[in-house]
């Protein structure tokens, strides 16, 4: 962020990962506080000492132009980064009071708090409910079979994809069409119960009747997870955020509401 804050609206902007309006409804408690962040590709820095709040239960939406490290900061907050063997990570990356980046954080639990959704829907070559089940069995988060059961149709129903696909549960997630299959792996993502959904231009790839639908659902889904979106449309980012952070060349300029 700036030192000197943007004037948007004829307004000062508040200071670094204040909220511009806020509906006093909302909850407004921290998921994610960043301070300082800087994040190196070998000798190319693509994160450039951001400082965001992400608030729980709102939706976050990312934007900002092509390269602007949009993605690479969604991978700060699940140390996806960790797989790649080039990066070095500085600053603070705290969710809920907890350093991410420190030794002795579990990967994978955290992983699971904080799920993932793609811009391709990626569904494991697996059937529709092997793809929501695995993860959770993996977990242990349920084993008995009618468990499982229980928890393929409460994420399908979360996910607003229980109706299409109720009665071919067996057949491949591919089969779906590219809606359905991103709806598959919102679902996907829901089933182990996690805190943090983070979504990487999760309609870009969909027809405009299917990214009505995903944006409808982050409206319900943002009453149980937090979500923080990229997206490359304004409007989008207009429809479905509570807050707006705009990057640019790996800084993070302002944190705004739209509405
Ligand atoms: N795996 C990687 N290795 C090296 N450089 C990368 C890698 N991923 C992204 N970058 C670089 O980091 C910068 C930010 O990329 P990215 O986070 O993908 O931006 P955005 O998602 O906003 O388009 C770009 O300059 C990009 O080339
Ligand atoms: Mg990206």
Avoid at 13 to 24: I, K, M
Avoid at 246 to 259: E, M, P
Wanted: with cysteine; aromatic share 6%; proline share 5%.
């Amino acid at each position: 962020m700036n030192s000197q804050a943007p004037v948007m609206n004829g307004q000062q902007t508040p200071a670094v990962g204040q909220p511009y309006t806020r509906n006093e409804a909302a909850c407004h408690d921290l998921s994610f506080r960043i301070r300082d962040l800087n994040l190196w590709y070998g000798k190319n820095q693509a994160l450039n000492n951001l400082n965001i709040d992400l608030f729980q239960k709102n939706v976050t939406a990312l934007i900002g132009p092509s390269g602007c490290g949009k993605s690479t900061f969604l991978r700060c907050l699940n140390r996806m980064n960790d797989l790649i063997p080039s990066v070095r990570v500085e600053g603070l990356v705290e969710m809920d009071g907890l350093d991410v980046n420190a030794p002795k954080m579990d990967e994978v639990a955290l992983r699971r708090r904080v799920g993932m959704v793609f811009q391709k829907p990626n569904p494991f070559p697996k059937s529709i409910f092997e793809n929501i089940a695995y993860a959770p069995r993996m977990h242990d988060l349920v084993s008995r079979k009618a468990e499982q059961e229980e928890l393929v149709e409460k994420a399908l129903r979360d996910a607003g994809l229980w109706n299409e696909v109720k009665d071919k549960l067996h057949e491949p997630g591919t089969s779906l069409s590219g809606g359905q299959q991103q709806r598959l792996c919102i679902a996907r993502a829901i089933a182990v119960q996690p805190d943090v959904i983070l979504m990487d231009e999760p309609t870009s790839a969909l027809d405009p009747i299917s990214t009505a639908t995903i944006e409808d659902l982050m409206d319900k889904l943002k009453e149980k997870f937090t979500i923080i979106t990229v997206t490359h449309n304004m409007q989008q980012a207009a429809r479905v955020a509570d807050y707006t952070a705009f990057f640019h060349l790996g800084k993070s300029l302002s944190t705004t509401t739209l509405k």
